[in-house]
């Protein structure tokens, strides 16, 4: 049977990938990398952004990485996506990904938006040139800054902030933050929430994947800062199929900089169904546009 385009560009990446690994000391994941910018394929952004991702899932079968290395699933990237665009209803949106990695969140926002003002910060210097190499390959323009949100940095603002956060504790005590625990390390991924959302413009919305218990289970400078200094929009649990246990179960948060009452309407909490169940998901995004037009 012929193989689609999508299939002939996934095995051109793979081919070209293995071949660099043999001639090069290069990891698996720094041999794709270097494979995006020497092939030369033709097709969508979608069949190529997709034969990135299925390329980069093989390689990790035969490499261990580090948790942060993961790529963001379709579910996540369509989810946050989605609701990106109906929150902005200017599709000329500049937007922020707060840890961008490997850059295939942006990539996928992309798709849904293609008017999008690209901006990701990545401090990994391997997974910095990976994203940049993945913009090369897809033909898509955004500007990454291989610097550390939590420190001190020069990343302008945007209207919207977006991330896919790692998940546990920052190794060094900070200061100025209020999501920062008052003894010990604080958790990363609540610093840099608050990091994103600090470079987010006056009214602006950050989207968010975060643990499900990050309102119940020690996060009580995380309540205070929801109620000061941005505005609880939404809290969507992820399906559950998508996580190996429910110790790992993540949710998608979505936050207003700066603290109001909302007017006419509730916190939207649900369940983001599985999503190859299309009628359900269908009828999870309506919810979605019939709470922003309350």
């Known amino acids: 049977m012929e193989l689609s385009n ?14 660099i690994k043999k001639e090069t000391d290069l990891s698996r994941i720094e041999s794709l990398s270097r494979a995006l910018l020497e092939v030369e394929v033709d097709g969508t952004k979608a069949e190529k952004r ?57 990539m996928t926002l992309s798709e849904l938006n293609p008017e999008l003002d690209l901006n990701g910060v990545e401090i990994d210097p391997t997974l910095a040139e990976l994203n940049a190499n993945l913009c090369e390959f897809l033909e898509t323009h955004m500007k990454i800054y291989p610097q550390n949100i939590i420190e001190p940095n020069f990343i302008e603002t945007v209207d919207t902030a977006v991330g896919d956060l790692p998940v546990g504790y920052y190794p060094v005590q900070v200061e100025g933050y209020k999501t920062a625990f008052k003894e010990g ?18 009214d602006g919305i950050g989207i968010f994947t975060v643990p499900s218990n990050i309102l119940t289970e020690n996060q009580e400078t995380f309540k205070k800062y929801i109620k000061e200094d941005v505005t609880l929009l939404m809290f969507l649990n992820l399906p559950r199929t998508i ?52």
Not at 6 to 18: A, F, P, Q, R, W
Not at 185 to 202: D, P, R, T, Y
Not at 270 to 292: H, Q, R, V
């Open 6 to 19: 999508l299939e002939k560009i996934y095995e051109t990446l793979v081919s070209k990938t293995d071949e």
């Open 50 to 106: 997709k034969a990135f991702q299925f390329a980069y899932l093989k390689q990790l079968k035969d490499e261990t990485i580090q948790p942060n290395h993961q790529l963001t699933p379709d579910v996540i990237g369509y989810t946050i996506g989605y609701i990106s665009n109906v929150l902005n209803t200017n599709k000329e949106v500049s937007l922020l990904d707060v840890g961008s990695g490997t850059g295939h969140l942006s």
């Open 185 to 202: 390390n604080s958790f990363a991924h609540l610093l840099i929430i608050e990091a994103g959302m600090n470079k987010v413009k006056s």
């Open 243 to 294: 996580f190996k246990d429910e110790k790992s179960q993540k949710s998608i948060i979505v936050l207003k900089k700066g603290y109001e009452a909302l007017q006419n309407k509730d916190v939207l909490i649900g369940d983001i169904p599985d999503f190859k169940n299309e009628a359900s998901m269908k009828n999870f995004l309506k919810t979605i546009e019939e709470w922003n037009n309350k």
